[in-house]
Structures are given as structure tokens and as C-alpha cells.
């Protein structure tokens, strides 16, 4: 074997290993969301190998729930993993479109699937079923100031096919999720952190449940991630963790989701910024509660800082 085989070699097990490592964060992170046990690394045959070029799919991961935003829907869920040891491209553009066109082609193919049919034929309570992708871009790289889904935001993406929604998971986006429930697992360590559900006013109906341990897909297009914990004498708090920056402003909204969310019942409620420093924006936090009449309700209410730091 020549020196430049071995070389090709290493490099291929240092790249196998990257997308090990890029796998094993993903099927944790799922987990952490609720979404246990997804089926991994599969093939499905192609629908029309001439147009996707291919004739099978590979797949990183499967997971389907019943919705808590949508009634008497079935969300099934494909999911695709890139890492990198190496930190985004400034011109992302063409890379997130060779993605997105790749799982496009793959939830095509799935509608088509023996793999989709039994899981529907399985179930009698679904009316609807959305076929629906995530891409988890991730790197290795631990920069602040990369925001994937900023430098995409207005691209438009491609329509050739067939498929009800590619979410898009940056470096940012899953390190918002995953320290907005750590910190509320560090603050009731001995409670059950749930997930709330929005009223979309697609779920009213009565069979909904109002909170679980399953994150809705949705969420992850959300600035906001509704949390919830119950205590053994039934005191629920509610925590609305914020991925915007503290600002009186946005304070007020969530203020008022809040208690939308509560409909005035007497539960605690906190909410969460990345950046909330108690000596700088107290006098805000106040002046934003006196725009609310219910004493009970801002009485019970905090902002905090969901980041881990002695000054919180």
C-alpha cells in the first residue's frame, strides 16, 4: 500500500468518525426532545431513479408522533445529519439547496413507501398525515456569531418536490433548545419537564392534550420554547424561554402569551432570555409587569437568565 492510500484511508475513518460523532449528537438531542428511539440508518428505493439521479435513499433517521398542533394528524419525520469538524461557509446558499433537494427527493420517495404504509395501516386515529424532513447542519466549531438560518432566511427553496416541510437545525438553533431545558432540569431537578403546546386553532379539540415530553416539530422554527413543570401538590410553572435577546418590548409579549397560556389560573411563570442581567433590566422587568392589571398573575411571574452564570 503507498503512503498516499494510507493517507486516504485516515482521512475516510476521521470522516466516518465525524459523521459518527454528528449522528450521536442528533439521536441525543431527539431523545431529549421526546423523540426516542427513531428508526436509523436505512435505505428506501427511489420512485423515479432518472429524475432523482439515484436509486435508493439513505436515511439517518425516522421518528413519527401523533400532533399536539394539528388534531388527528400523524407527523412522520425523516431526518438528515451533516457535520463538520470545520465552521460554516460564508456563502451557504448552494450547499443548504444540494441538502434540502436531497431529503426532498428522499420524503418523495418515503410517500411512496411500504415503510409509510405500514405505519398509517397501523393507526386508526389519524384523518391527516404530514410527511415532513429536518436537516441537522452541524459543526465542531464553537462561534456565537454564526447564524446559519440568518444568512438562509430569504432564499427561496426548491419546488420540484413532493413534501409537506424540510426544517432547517443550525449550531444556534439546537444549542437554544437544549439549554432552555437544561436549565429548567438544573432549576427542578426532581420534576417533569413537559413541552407546552400552542393553541394553533388547529388543535381545540377536546382529545388535545395541553402539555407532553413531545416536542412538536414546529417548535423548531420557534424563537420561543414553552416549557412546563408540575409539583406533587399540583403548583404547575410555566417557562417561556425566549432565543431573542432581553428587550422590555418582547417582554411584554411574552407577558401576554403568558397569560394566555395560563387563562389566569394562579401558576407560576418564568421567563427565560440568554442575556437577562438582573442589575441592568430589573426596572424594566417592573415597568413591563405594571402594564398588566392582574396582580396575582405578575405577583407570581420572574425573568431570568437561562444561560448557566454566577451573576444569575
Known sequence: MYFGEIINLKMGEFSKRIGEIGEEIVIEFLALIGWHNPVRNFDIASIDPEKHGKNTHGIDAYFHYQSQMIARTLENILISTKYSKDKYPNAPIEKFKEYYKDLGMAIE???????????????????????????????????????????????????????????????????????????????????????????????GDDSIIKNGTIMPIQYLSSNILPLRVQSSNNESTLILCSRDKFEQS????????????????????????????RLQHEQFVDSAKLTFEEASFTNALSVENFNPNFRN
Open 109 to 203: 420517495s418515503f410517500k411512496k413507501s411500504e415503510m409509510r404504509a405500514t405505519t398509517i395501516n397501523s393507526r386508526s386515529d389519524f384523518e391527516t398525515v404530514f410527511d415532513r424532513g429536518i436537516i441537522f447542519w452541524l459543526n465542531n466549531v464553537d462561534d456565537g456569531s454564526q447564524d446559519l438560518l440568518q444568512k438562509l432566511f430569504k432564499i427561496e427553496a426548491p419546488k420540484d418536490f413532493n413534501h409537506d416541510g424540510i426544517f432547517l437545525v443550525d449550531n444556534s438553533k439546537i444549542e437554544f433548545v437544549f439549554d432552555s431545558i437544561q436549565f429548567v432540569k438544573r432549576k427542578y431537578p426532581s420534576l417533569l419537564v413537559e413541552f407546552t403546546y400552542f393553541n394553533t386553532g388547529f388543535n
Open 250 to 277: 418582547e417582554l411584554i409579549k411574552l407577558i401576554g402569551l403568558a397569560k394566555n397560556i395560563t387563562a389566569n389560573f394562579q401558576a407560576n411563570t418564568i421567563i427565560a432570555f440568554p442575556d437577562y442581567n
